[in-house]
């Protein structure tokens, strides 16, 4: 399927449904802690979409637009999201992706928005921006799998989702991988420009004269919980880690490693996909 076809198709990213609960049962208490609100959407790929999309698409001129889920609450109403997240419930937020792990998704999705917003301290990028980035950079994987799920299958077989590889191989097969159809949808969703852009250039942040630190940024994070989710010795951290991108933004191996998330994400805190 050509990556226009692809991107005009209907999109629906399912989101985790024990966040919809608890977000629906936040909503009902009398007086709604809007920082429990905020923090649960931003554990979820498919929530933070849809709350940017409408501060962005609602509210704010090209210019102005956002990265951030705490920045967009501010602007939306309680009515606003507790609509969004009811509209989740009723629709995606139960649907599976054929050839797709969810719960491994979104426990690596939030990872890697972890990972992310650390490195972007390191380097003096905005963090919200950065974490937002993390969490949907591969939201575009769900939409391959959704729109051609023989071809993706059959790719799967060799090449799992989360392996290192796999966006090398994809725009190989397809002339796109995952990171286009990303940035595609973010372009759709009127995000900001500087996510659209990182999310296009994730895998080869410098390449073509191209310099951008959050493109940098999300590779890194992307490398590490990709090479957690194979299970990556010592050794094969070090000749997997991509030194030309750390260079680029005056990181290491030693540098990226000491992001890790205190606690990764767990299977429990990812929510109970099926």
Not at 34 to 49: E, F, H, M
Not at 70 to 99: D, K, M, N, Y
Not at 125 to 131: K, W
Not at 202 to 207: K, S, Y
Request: proline share 6%.
């Amino acid at each position: 399927m050509e990556l226009n076809a692809l991107l005009a198709s209907p999109t629906a990213i399912p989101s985790i449904p024990k966040v919809v609960a608890l977000l629906l049962n936040e909503f009902d208490q009398e007086a709604p802690d809007l920082r429990k609100i905020s923090q649960l959407i931003g554990t979820d790929p498919g929530l933070t979409a849809r709350v940017l999309q409408l501060a962005n698409s609602t509210f704010l001129q090209p210019s102005q637009r956002i990265g951030g889920v705490s920045e967009a609450l501010a602007i939306l109403s309680l009515a606003h999201v507790r609509s969004l997240v009811s509209t989740a419930s009723l629709g995606g937020a139960f649907r599976s992706v054929p050839g797709m792990n969810m719960q491994q998704f979104w426990r690596y999705s939030l990872d890697v928005a972890r990972i992310s917003r650390s490195l972007a301290g390191l380097v003096h990028q905005n963090l919200g921006t950065a974490f937002s980035a993390g969490l949907v950079h591969a939201v575009g994987e769900l939409v391959m799998h959704s729109g051609m799920p023989e071809k993706m299958l059959a790719l799967d077989a060799s090449v799992p989702p989360l392996d290192l590889r796999r966006a090398r191989v994809e725009h190989r097969v397809f002339g796109y991988s995952y990171a286009q159809v990303s940035a595609g949808l973010a372009r759709n969703w009127q995000f900001p420009a500087q996510i659209v852009d990182a999310l296009g250039h994730q895998h080869a942040p410098f390449d073509e004269e191209a310099c951008e630190p959050l493109a940098g940024i999300i590779h890194l994070a992307a490398w590490r919980a990709r090479a957690r989710e194979a299970g990556l010795g010592e050794r094969e951290l070090a000749t997997s880690f991509p030194d030309l991108v750390g260079l680029a933004l005056g990181l290491d191996i030693d540098a990226v490693l000491q992001q890790d998330p205190i606690d990764w994400t767990s299977s429990t805190e990812a929510g109970p996909f099926l």
